[in-house]
């Protein structure tokens, strides 16, 4: 079946400008996840959705940072007024939530951002 | 809090030998433990889980890891390395028990080189 679909793969832009990053998680998750990928900090958890509960935003590093789930399927995480040290590969993953945190979180293959 | 800490950032081993990837954890409250591998440019695929049941737990790929308590480690071992084990490998725990998000705390990644 399909996996985790993220979009773009790729995005370059310029210092400053804002962009929106793209989650389609598996089918009947409901669970989704938001992690940040960068050479300096690793592996980061950034936010978390659970069906209609209010979301887990406590690894959100700036408030430059949001994201948001509609529909309890597709997400997207935006980040305002771009940085260079946003510059990281952001993944995002999906679970069957309701088993508790044990369920396996499936990883799409990320988007990779690049700040001029 | 959780924690986690691979030891060495770098391992490489002869095709054919065994693989041992180091991961010690820190947690307050019981864990769940998982071992995640990274090819490049992919996203994170889970290798094996550990949920408080069997304190040995068999993955994918003939990996295994044994959850030691006392020495609050999470080793991850294969008797014979491939050509394809080559990959990033990461070490992640989470809080276990009902009520919490799953939001995983990773290592910093131990990348597996195999020689021929």
């Known amino acids: 079946g399909a996996g985790v679909s993220q979009s773009p793969s790729n995005k370059v832009t310029e210092k400053g400008k804002d962009v929106e990053l793209r989650c389609d998680p598996i089918?009947?998750?409901?669970?989704l996840y938001w992690y940040r990928q960068s050479l300096g900090q690793g592996l980061e958890f950034l936010i978390y959705?659970?069906?209609?509960?209010?979301?887990?935003k406590s690894g959100l590093p700036s408030d430059r940072f949001s994201a948001e789930r509609t529909g309890g399927s597709v997400s997207t995480l935006t980040i305002q007024r771009t940085q260079q040290e946003d510059s990281a590969v952001y993944l995002c993953?999906?679970?069957?939530?309701?088993?508790?945190?044990?369920?396996?979180?499936?990883f799409g293959d990320g988007t990779r951002l690049s700040i001029l | 809090a959780q924690s986690v800490t691979q030891l060495g950032s770098h391992v490489s081993v002869s095709e054919g030998a065994l693989v041992l990837l180091r991961c010690n954890y820190s947690?307050?409250?019981?864990?769940?433990l998982f071992w995640y591998v990274q090819y490049p440019n992919q996203g994170l695929q889970l290798l094996l889980k550990?949920?408080?049941?069997?304190?040995l737990v068999k993955g994918i790929n003939g990996f295994e890891a044994e959850f030691k308590k006392s020495e609050t480690s999470f080793h991850l071992t294969k008797p014979s390395a491939h050509m394809s084990d080559a990959a990033e490998y990461f070490c992640?725990?989470?809080?276990?028990?009902?009520?919490?998000?799953?939001?995983?705390?990773f290592g910093q990644g131990t990348t597996l080189q195999v020689k021929p």
């Open positions: 993953a999906s679970s069957l939530a309701g088993r508790g945190p044990g369920e396996t979180q499936h």
């Open positions: 089918s009947g998750h409901t669970a």
């Open positions: 959705f659970q069906g209609n509960s209010a979301p887990d």
């Open positions: 947690s307050s409250v019981p864990p769940y």
């Open positions: 550990y949920t408080s049941a069997a304190t």
């Open positions: 992640a725990v989470t809080p276990g028990g009902s009520g919490n998000t799953g939001k995983l705390i």
